[in-house]
């Protein structure tokens, strides 16, 4: 968005800096440079001062704040300008008017601090400008090396001369998709042009700035600025723009294109359960309030989504109930639990202490029960259903084994065993339940490749 | 009310603050999945797109966070979830929100610690390092529902603090709340109040004398203004002045820091979310929340169904801590029962000195839930 010099309220010499303000650096400081040179390029794009927001690190670099008196200054945490920016940025440009310039001044401390926050952002490709201030070591704490810092480089803790190679952060940005990367002197002519093109750029752009600390590294390491170029090209980085590109789309129009557009109505208040009204009594009809029932398989077999089929059938009843789930750390390996709470009245506490009901269908479940030492609470009226493979270490009245993995396969064992508990037991009308199943797999006929209810009951006549 | 009366759906803890949080206005979500609070990540990527809302996935929790803050501060209500090894990245970030007086809400949904803990067992470990998180000392206020429908109301009332006192806001559960899918009727969902902050207006003519963090009271909360806006934010981690200059031995500086306290001290009555279940002649006062909480309402109903005496209190809002009321409840009580699922009663030790006089049982454990037993057995 360009604007005519005449439209912005700034003072006549048209600067974004403070007018008169002194430069907190030390003489000779490369920030100053960085500094006014940015100044020079947000006048060349000629932005609105409030479309501008300077993200600034910790470290002599985010001293910039109070300079730049006109644009917003948000002064961060160390090392995470580049996330904070990152929000702002992908907030203004998704969520809001798509006016800001969000721009990032960081030191080379921050800068490896934040390296994932740079390198994310590139990856996404949002619209942050990230402008290092690579002085080869943190100034504003007396000296001491940085992950910059040059080979043989003299810092405060490095005495005997650095022997920890230099990152390449422009390889870095490059290697993270990044399409706008410039490594520059802080004293190039061109500087201004760079961060112009850069902050222009709709997309992540990075230029690192490297310059020296007058203060800690001229008189130990014998340098003057001209030794900058050398210094770089001995450790392979490059100099100059990296990279300048334009063939990934900045973050919200691939953000418009392919995820808003598959945009539908949202309504939380809508699509409640059709409930019945059965009032049926428990207590009359099982002797306790509430149906407790433990159905247990290997992971990845459908237990946890067949335990809700059967919570939403009980609800559909009118009943309250808790499906409460449990698994390894893994998702795909081990154990799958569900503990489902059926009941005519609120449930509050969702621990199992009388259970009606195990529906076992896999070893890892049979080991992980008895593991939990879930059969102590197991009494003679308990109903275990469970494969015909497993060997069950107690006996109650009313066990039933059935070829569950072999009939049903073994993603439909734990639905089979809910099958048989329903038909057993007729907790609420069994048609809800088929329909339920009906509508998500078909017909029911194609569920099983025998009825589970005839081999039951031709084994309990047997 | 029979259930056909109801609306029910069937829904777990998480998901129901996704659906709080879509309900507030909440527009962005940073996330970076962790068990038990992924279901919020994954109930917002699956809602924002669809209210025009942006939900991010984050490279780790740290950014996560200050996704959010940054988006916040663009003028865009936020949230993030954790659970405690994620929480412990993120308190940075918290106080930095804590000091911009960035509105912020936070999710976190705690499992067995310490360190990476028991990924998928439920606890009551973070009652303390939920809240005790600033240099300094700052309050920030916890919610904790004890159930999934109390997760949607709680969650609209942390961004309705967040927003209105610009402070983040932590919205405390735990595995078996987050996780566990209940019938949740939405009756009285529909109607909640949601509260947007006090934005400067674009159309303000005032832009000369704007002040970032304006107050006349230590108490008051400044007007806030978006970056990108009309009005120039200055915004920083440092100690400022009310124009948000980073400023040393300054007496406005100082008052700063203590307006970020009073804006709570200042108005302490609205952050006291209690539940009193009173029975007159009860000896006994059991205090919980959370999973514990449902715990409790067992207990209560299995006590007076056998004719014993027992009042319940379930607090929502565990911080502030609601000092006075917490007194004036207890009153009336010999004995107070506090079960947490913890190992030293974390909750228990904060507010002990409110209840003198009175005998203060701690029911602690870890591993598994409280059983209603444990509870019952220590009824007077």
Same mark, same amino acid.
């Not at chain 1, 007058?214 to 050398?230: C, F, I, M, P, S």
């Not at chain 1, 009843?317 to 789930?325: A, D, E, L, R, Y």
């Not at chain 1, 329903?422 to 998500?440: A, D, G, H, V, W």
């Not at chain 2, 669809?50 to 991010?56: E, K, P, R």
């Given at each position: 968005?360009?604007?005519?010099?005449?439209?912005?309220?700034?003072? %006549?010499?048209?600067?974004?800096?403070?007018?008169?303000?002194?430069?907190?650096?030390?003489?000779?400081?490369?920030?100053?440079?960085?500094?006014?040179?940015?100044?020079?390029?947000?006048?060349?794009?000629?932005?609105?001062?409030?479309?501008?927001?300077?993200v600034?690190?910790?470290?002599?670099?985010?001293?910039?704040?109070?300079?730049?008196?006109?644009?917003h200054?948000?002064?961060?945490?160390?090392?995470?300008?580049?996330?904070?920016?990152?929000?702002?940025?992908?907030?203004?440009k998704?969520?809001?008017?798509?006016?800001?310039?969000?721009?990032?001044?960081?030191?080379?401390?921050?800068?490896?601090?934040?390296?994932?926050?740079?390198?994310?952002?590139?990856?996404?490709?949002?619209?942050?400008?990230? %402008?290092?201030?690579?002085?080869?070591?943190?100034?504003m704490?007396?000296?001491?090396?940085?992950?910059?810092?040059?080979?043989?480089?003299?810092?405060?803790?490095?005495?005997?001369?650095?022997?920890?190679?230099?990152?390449? +952060?422009?390889?870095?940005?490059?290697?993270?998709?990044a399409?706008?990367?410039?490594?520059? %002197?802080?004293?190039?002519?061109?500087?201004?042009?760079?961060?112009?093109?850069?902050?222009?750029?709709?997309?992540f752009?990075i230029?690192?700035?490297?310059?020296l600390?007058?203060?800690?590294?001229?008189?130990?390491?014998?340098?003057?600025?001209?030794?900058?170029?050398?210094?770089?090209?001995?450790?392979?980085?490059?100099?100059?723009? +990296?990279?300048?590109?334009?063939?990934?789309?900045?973050?919200?129009?691939?953000?418009?294109e392919?995820?808003?557009?598959?945009?539908?109505?949202?309504?939380?208040?809508?699509?409640?359960?059709?409930?019945?009204?059965?009032? %049926?009594?428990f207590?009359?009809?099982?002797?306790?309030?509430? +149906?407790?029932?433990?159905?247990?398989?290997?992971?990845?077999?459908?237990?946890?989504?067949?335990?809700?089929?059967?919570?939403?059938?009980?609800?559909?009843?009118?009943?309250?109930?808790?499906?409460?789930?449990?698994?390894?750390?893994?998702?795909g390996?081990?154990?799958?639990?569900?503990?489902?709470?059926?009941?005519?009245?609120?449930?509050?506490?969702?621990?199992?202490?009388?259970?009606?009901a195990?529906?076992?269908?896999?070893?890892d479940?049979?080991?992980?029960?008895?593991?939990?030492?879930?059969?102590?609470?197991?009494?003679?009226?308990?109903?275990?259903?469970?494969?015909?493979?497993?060997?069950?270490?107690?006996?109650?009245?009313?066990?039933?084994?059935?070829? +569950?993995?072999?009939?049903?396969?073994?993603?439909?064992?734990?639905?089979?065993?809910?099958?048989?508990?329903?038909n057993?037991?007729?907790?609420?009308?069994?048609?809800?339940?088929?329909?339920?199943?009906?509508?998500?797999?078909?017909?029911?006929?194609?569920?099983?490749?025998?009825?589970?209810?005839?081999?039951?009951?031709?084994?309990?006549?047997? | 009310?029979?259930?056909?009366?109801?609306?029910?759906?069937?829904?777990?803890?998480?998901?129901?603050?996704?659906?709080?949080?879509?309900?507030?206005?909440?527009?962005?979500?940073a996330?970076?999945?962790?068990?038990?609070?992924?279901?919020?990540?994954?109930?917002?990527?699956?809602?924002?797109?669809?209210?025009?809302g942006?939900?991010?996935?984050?490279?780790?929790?740290?950014?996560?966070?200050?996704?959010?803050?940054?988006?916040?501060?663009?003028?865009?209500?936020?949230?993030?979830?954790?659970?405690?090894p994620?929480?412990?990245?993120?308190?940075?970030?918290?106080?930095?929100?804590?000091?911009?007086?960035?509105?912020?809400?936070?999710?976190?949904?705690?499992?067995?610690?310490?360190?990476?803990?028991?990924?998928?067992?439920?606890?009551?470990?973070?009652?303390?390092?939920?809240?005790?998180?600033?240099?300094?000392?700052?309050?920030?206020?916890?919610?904790?529902?004890?159930?999934?429908?109390?997760?949607?109301?709680?969650?609209?009332?942390?961004?309705?603090?967040?927003?209105?006192?610009?402070?983040?806001?932590?919205?405390?559960?735990?595995?078996?709340?987050?996780?566990?899918?209940?019938?949740?009727?939405?009756?009285?969902?529909?109607?909640?109040?949601?509260?947007?902050?006090?934005?400067?207006?674009?159309?303000?003519?005032?832009?000369?004398?704007?002040?970032?963090?304006?107050?006349?009271?230590?108490?008051?909360?400044?007007?806030?203004?978006?970056?990108?806006?009309?009005?120039?934010?200055?915004?920083?981690?440092?100690?400022?002045?009310?124009?948000?200059?980073?400023?040393?031995?300054?007496?406005?500086?100082?008052?700063?820091?203590?307006?970020?306290?009073?804006?709570i001290?200042?108005?302490?009555?609205?952050?006291?979310?209690?539940?009193?279940?009173?029975?007159?002649?009860a000896?006994?006062?059991?205090?919980?929340?959370?999973?514990?909480?449902?715990?409790?309402?067992?207990?209560?109903?299995?006590?007076?169904?056998?004719?014993?005496?027992?009042?319940?209190?379930?607090?929502?809002?565990?911080?502030?801590?609601p000092?006075?009321?917490?007194?004036?409840?207890?009153?009336?009580?010999?004995?107070?029962?506090?079960?947490?699922?913890?190992?030293?009663?974390?909750?228990?030790?904060?507010?002990?000195?409110?209840?003198?006089?009175?005998?203060?049982?701690?029911?602690?454990?870890?591993?598994?839930?409280?059983?209603?037993?444990?509870?019952?057995?220590?009824?007077?």
């Amino acid at each position: 968005m360009r604007h005519d010099l005449s439209q912005i309220n700034i003072e %006549i010499e048209c600067t974004y800096m403070t007018k008169g303000a002194v430069m907190p650096f030390c003489k000779g400081c490369g920030h100053t440079h960085i500094l006014r040179k940015l100044d020079e390029a947000l006048i060349k794009l000629n932005l609105n001062p409030h479309d501008v927001c300077l993200v600034t690190d910790i470290g002599c670099i985010g001293l910039a704040d109070y300079l730049f008196d006109k644009v917003h200054t948000v002064h961060t945490t160390h090392g995470r300008s580049t996330a904070f920016a990152t929000g702002i940025a992908l907030a203004d440009k998704v969520l809001s008017t798509k006016n800001l310039k969000t721009i990032v001044l960081i030191g080379d401390g921050g800068a490896m601090i934040g390296l994932l926050h740079i390198v994310n952002a590139a990856l996404l490709n949002t619209d942050v400008t990230v %402008i290092v201030a690579n002085n080869f070591l943190f100034g504003m704490t007396g000296g001491q090396q940085s992950s910059f810092s040059p080979l043989e480089f003299i810092t405060q803790t490095s005495p005997y001369g650095n022997i920890i190679p230099p990152l390449d +952060l422009c390889k870095v940005a490059m290697s993270s998709k990044a399409q706008f990367v410039a490594r520059k %002197i802080s004293t190039d002519k061109d500087l201004v042009d760079v961060f112009a093109d850069a902050i222009s750029y709709d997309g992540f752009s990075i230029v690192e700035v490297l310059e020296l600390c007058t203060e800690y590294a001229v008189e130990k390491n014998k340098l003057t600025g001209k030794d900058l170029q050398r210094i770089a090209e001995e450790h392979d980085h490059h100099l100059g723009i +990296l990279e300048n590109r334009k063939t990934r789309s900045e973050f919200s129009l691939e953000y418009s294109e392919k995820i808003l557009s598959n945009k539908k109505t949202l309504d939380l208040f809508n699509n409640f359960i059709n409930a019945e009204n059965l009032e %049926i009594d428990f207590t009359k009809k099982f002797g306790k309030e509430k +149906l407790e029932i433990i159905i247990a398989g290997s992971a990845g077999e459908k237990v946890q989504s067949s335990a809700a089929i059967l919570c939403q059938v009980a609800a559909q009843s009118g009943f309250f109930i808790t499906q409460k789930n449990d698994n390894p750390v893994t998702q795909g390996s081990g154990f799958s639990l569900s503990e489902v709470i059926i009941s005519s009245e609120e449930i509050f506490y969702t621990g199992v202490d009388n259970p009606f009901a195990f529906i076992i269908v896999s070893s890892d479940a049979l080991n992980e029960i008895i593991s939990q030492r879930l059969f102590e609470k197991v009494n003679k009226n308990t109903i275990i259903i469970y494969d015909e493979s497993l060997e069950i270490p107690i006996k109650t009245e009313k066990m039933y084994s059935l070829p +569950l993995r072999r009939v049903c396969s073994p993603n439909k064992a734990a639905l089979g065993g809910i099958d048989v508990l329903l038909n057993l037991t007729e907790p609420f009308p069994l048609q809800l339940f088929y329909s339920e199943i009906e509508k998500r797999f078909g017909k029911y006929d194609a569920l099983y490749k025998d009825n589970l209810i005839k081999i039951l009951t031709e084994k309990s006549t047997k | 009310m029979t259930n056909n009366q109801r609306k029910i759906k069937l829904r777990n803890g998480n998901q129901m603050i996704a659906e709080g949080a879509i309900y507030a206005g909440c527009k962005f979500f940073a996330g970076y999945p962790i068990t038990p609070a992924s279901g919020i990540y994954k109930g917002m990527i699956d809602m924002l797109p669809h209210v025009g809302g942006l939900a991010i996935p984050a490279p780790d929790e740290i950014s996560a966070i200050a996704y959010c803050v940054g988006a916040s501060m663009r003028g865009i209500k936020s949230m993030t979830a954790t659970s405690g090894p994620g929480w412990s990245l993120m308190v940075e970030t918290v106080q930095y929100a804590l000091i911009t007086e960035t509105p912020l809400v936070i999710a976190m949904v705690q499992r067995l610690g310490p360190a990476t803990g028991g990924a998928t067992q439920g606890a009551q470990g973070d009652i303390l390092f939920s809240e005790f998180i600033t240099s300094g000392g700052y309050t920030i206020p916890v919610l904790y529902p004890s159930n999934p429908k109390e997760c949607f109301e709680l969650t609209v009332k942390a961004f309705n603090w967040s927003e209105k006192f610009r402070i983040p806001v932590v919205i405390l559960t735990d595995k078996e709340i987050g996780m566990t899918t209940e019938t949740v009727d939405y009756t009285g969902l529909k109607n909640l109040t949601v509260i947007d902050r006090n934005t400067i207006s674009a159309n303000s003519t005032e832009s000369n004398n704007w002040q970032m963090y304006e107050f006349k009271s230590l108490s008051d909360v400044p007007r806030f203004a978006p970056v990108g806006g009309k009005f120039k934010v200055t915004a920083t981690g440092s100690a400022h002045n009310k124009n948000g200059e980073l400023k040393k031995n300054d007496p406005e500086t100082i008052s700063v820091l203590i307006h970020l306290e009073e804006k709570i001290n200042g108005h302490l009555e609205e952050f006291v979310d209690l539940i009193l279940d009173e029975d007159k002649d009860a000896k006994t006062l059991i205090i919980s929340f959370g999973i514990t909480a449902k715990t409790m309402k067992e207990v209560i109903k299995i006590s007076r169904r056998n004719n014993n005496k027992v009042s319940g209190l379930t607090i929502r809002a565990l911080y502030p801590i609601p000092e006075s009321q917490l007194k004036e409840i207890s009153k009336p009580y010999e004995r107070i029962i506090i079960p947490e699922e913890n190992l030293s009663g974390q909750y228990r030790k904060l507010v002990h000195h409110l209840f003198e006089g009175k005998e203060v049982i701690g029911i602690n454990k870890i591993g598994s839930m409280i059983n209603p037993n444990e509870i019952l057995e220590k009824i007077l």
